[in-house]
């Protein structure tokens, strides 16, 4: 029997039907569409991935399943490798064309894409890839960069198709459940609910309501769960575009010029730009897909890789260092999936400094809590908060000072380590400087109700800028600097980024 044409539209990262590029261009062409998503039992056991992302995606799917069955076909699912999925699909169907977007992922899923298409090379079977928001496949000179990425930020949004012609004879399969024992790597809290709706619902509360007062509580954790946009796991996982928001953000701008607009000017341009600096970031790794496992500077790439303390890991996952504020932001960040990004820099920064962990493992951890777990920014943020890049300033953060500055009174601690819920506000900070008669008074005893400080900060750091500093003077460090700056670096700091390439801040 004469097997019907199909055109495959291969969802992956993208999970919604507007502004999505290759279910509009094969739309256009008069054969069916097979809107597929594949759940790679592989893809679940990588040391990046966790249950969590999971709980999202197939909130998103849920939600992409009903939407493209109103177009008139639904989401077909499938569970195991890709190929071996669209080998099975081509033994009934001919496979005329495979349309995805370009992705920017870990190793695991570029090799996959390789041998994807590969393999519809050797079937002749087009493959189609669509550019992601602003990420430029192949880019030859990276100061053309910005200018291309604006240009695409300006287009009119991918309209959505009218509908879709029912494909007969194949069955829709099941969206696995939230709790399928595929996802390893459990968490124990809350997931931030996914789908298109939601990333609808999110934007627009933050830009009518939410973000008033953004930049001001932005470092704040505790408060910044409510003031931030909260739409990274929606930009991760697809269910909304860059350009989408950007276009909601010019709205609102317009509406300011009629002064009818709550939101502050400059909350809405800060927040356009960490939408450039999130294309900026995965940029990096689309250029470099090396950068995942080895340092942008490779004179780095040996400085933490011996005698990695497993203790210390597992005290800075579990927020059982001894420094409150630390202990806090890990704790809510495992419970909640999120934490702001001043905190992220942080526990990099303690992790990395402190306790001299290698970023390379502390980095699973993080991108396992993380529901907006995106490689790109994950990569390159975990890179420049270790000092590993050769071409960015080399921020150390200090926990006490940080504590101070942004949990004054202790709240935000005393929320989330309970051991230190009597420890009067004078001590909450530093713990450790508590005299005895307070300890017994509170019944809290420091080393054994919750323990001492890990390590000691200052010599911690003192020795880490000796390490550091070694690397600045060695032989050629500045010829590599200026070629890492050459591929990866942001032109918008040309003369900053290049004196700064060496210099320590302690914040
Ligand atoms: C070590 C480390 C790891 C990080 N890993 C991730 C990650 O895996 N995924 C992720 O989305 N963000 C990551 N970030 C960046 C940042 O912390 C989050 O994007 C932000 O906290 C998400 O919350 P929001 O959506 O409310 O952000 P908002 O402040 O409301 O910003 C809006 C959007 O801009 C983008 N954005 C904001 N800050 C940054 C930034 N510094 N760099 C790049 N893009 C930014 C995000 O897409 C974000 O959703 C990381 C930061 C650090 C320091």
């Not at 930009?235 to 953000?249: A, D, H, M, P, V």
Request: hydrophobic share 35%; glycine share 4%.
């Amino acid at each position: 029997m004469k097997k019907s044409k199909i055109q495959i539209v291969w969802f992956k990262r993208d999970l919604r039907i507007t502004d999505h590029k290759p279910l509009f261009e094969a739309s256009k062409i008069s054969i069916p569409i097979l809107p597929l998503y594949v759940v790679e039992n592989e893809y679940w056991q990588q040391s990046f991935s966790n249950r969590r992302h999971w709980c999202f995606i197939h909130d998103s799917l849920m939600e992409l399943r009903k939407e493209l069955k109103k177009l008139g076909q639904s989401l077909i699912i499938r569970q195991g490798s890709v190929k071996d999925i669209f080998s099975e699909l081509a033994v009934n169907f001919n496979i005329i064309s495979i349309y995805a977007h370009e992705e920017t992922g870990n190793m695991w899923t570029y090799n996959r894409d390789k041998c994807v298409k590969n393999w519809c090379d050797q079937k002749q079977i087009s493959f189609k890839e669509f550019p992601t928001n602003g990420i430029v496949r192949c880019l030859k000179n990276r100061d053309d960069w910005s200018k291309i990425r604006n240009l695409r930020m300006k287009e009119d949004l991918t309209p959505k198709p009218h509908s879709l012609t029912p494909i007969e004879g194949i069955r829709d399969g099941l969206i696995p459940k939230k709790n399928n024992p595929i996802f390893k790597n459990d968490f124990i809290g809350k997931v931030q609910k996914g789908g298109r709706d939601e990333a609808l619902k999110i934007i627009n509360s933050f830009l009518n309501d939410r973000g008033k007062n953004y930049l001001y509580n932005i470092s704040k954790p505790g408060i910044s769960e409510k003031t931030c946009s909260r739409i990274s796991p929606h930009l991760t996982w697809g269910t909304i575009t860059s350009k989408e928001i950007i276009k909601l953000l010019n709205l609102e701008k317009d509406k300011l010029k009629q002064n009818k607009l709550k939101l502050l000017n400059k909350n809405l341009n800060a927040i356009k730009s960490r939408l450039s600096w999130r294309c900026h970031f995965i940029q990096k790794l689309e250029s470099q897909p090396t950068i995942e496992t080895s340092c942008m500077h490779p004179f780095y790439d040996e400085l933490r890789k011996e005698n990695f303390n497993h203790e210390y890991y597992e005290a800075w996952k579990k927020g059982l260092t001894g420094y409150p504020f630390i202990d806090a932001c890990m704790r809510s960040l495992n419970f909640n999936g999120w934490i702001t990004f001043r905190m992220r820099a942080m526990l990099v920064s303690f992790a990395s400094y402190d306790l001299w962990l290698d970023w390379r493992i502390t980095g699973h951890h993080l991108a396992q809590t993380f529901t907006d777990y995106e490689p790109g920014i994950h990569y390159s943020q975990l890179q420049m908060q270790s000092g590993v890049t050769g071409i960015n300033t080399l921020r150390i953060y200090n926990p006490i000072k940080q504590s101070m500055d942004h949990d004054k009174n202790g709240k935000f601690i005393k929320k989330w380590v309970g051991e230190l819920r009597q420890v009067p506000e004078a001590w909450i900070h530093e713990p450790w400087k508590m005299d005895l008669k307070t300890q017994e008074n509170i019944n809290c005893f420091i080393g054994t109700d919750y323990p001492e400080p890990i390590v000691n900060h200052t010599i911690a750091i003192k020795n880490a800028k000796t390490k550091i500093s070694s690397i600045f003077k060695k032989n050629g460090y500045r010829n590599k600097s200026t070629m890492v700056f050459k591929k990866l670096g942001s032109r918008t700091k040309t003369k900053s980024t290049k004196t700064k390439s060496s210099q320590l801040q302690l914040i």
